[in-house]
């Protein structure tokens, strides 16, 4: 069985053609219960399994560092520069 699995696109299994969703505007390909699709190069019909991975970066909202702020004034240390 040949590799297919590529973080780029779908690999056609007949003729190894890579269909980059953004190239080809195949946007099922971003849903995990992606599907069937038809090769753009050769035609024929293929199954495609998504595998998704998740990355997740937080960060503090303004309302959150306002907070913060008026705590640590609040504490006696310097919140925002004085000009
Ligand atoms: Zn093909």
Redesign the pocket.
């Known amino acids: 069985m040949k590799d297919t699995m590529s973080g780029k696109g779908a690999i056609?299994p007949?003729?190894?053609?890579l269909h980059v969703p953004e190239d080809e505007e195949i946007w099922e390909l971003y849903d995990p219960d992606c599907c069937g699709l038809t090769?753009t190069?050769?035609?024929?019909e293929f199954e495609v399994n998504v595998i998704c991975s998740y990355t997740w970066v937080t960060e503090k909202t303004d309302e959150q560092e306002e907070i913060e702020m008026a705590r640590r004034t609040a504490a006696g240390m310097p919140g925002r520069m004085v000009q």
């Open positions: 056609c007949y003729c190894d053609h090769c190069s050769c035609g024929e």
